[in-house]
């Protein structure tokens, strides 16, 4: 349990580091990097809320969940089990 809360800190504090670079641009390489790796992982993230939709919906709070799916992907679909 310990690795996945792990896991989550350091997924948010790489969007925080994104959206940072969105405000802020990094110097290169750092900077391209960072924003084609965020979109690419955000991507990853919106076709999990996709493939998952019947299961979230299901949950309580359906919205919450996706947000969830969308900002830790696969981490947080371990949780709902």
């Known amino acids: 349990m310990l690795i996945w809360k792990l896991a989550k800190t350091l997924l948010v504090l790489f969007w925080l580091a994104a959206l940072v670079n969105l405000l802020m641009p990094f110097p ?3 900077g391209g990097r960072l924003g084609w790796l965020a979109g690419i992982i955000l991507i990853a993230h919106v076709v999990e809320v996709l493939l ?3 299961r979230l919906s299901t949950r309580s709070q359906p919205w919450l969940e996706r947000l969830q799916v969308l ?3 696969v981490l947080h679909m371990r949780s709902l089990r």
């Open 52 to 54: 998952f939709n019947s």
């Open 28 to 30: 290169e390489p750092l």
């Open 71 to 73: 900002l830790f992907g």
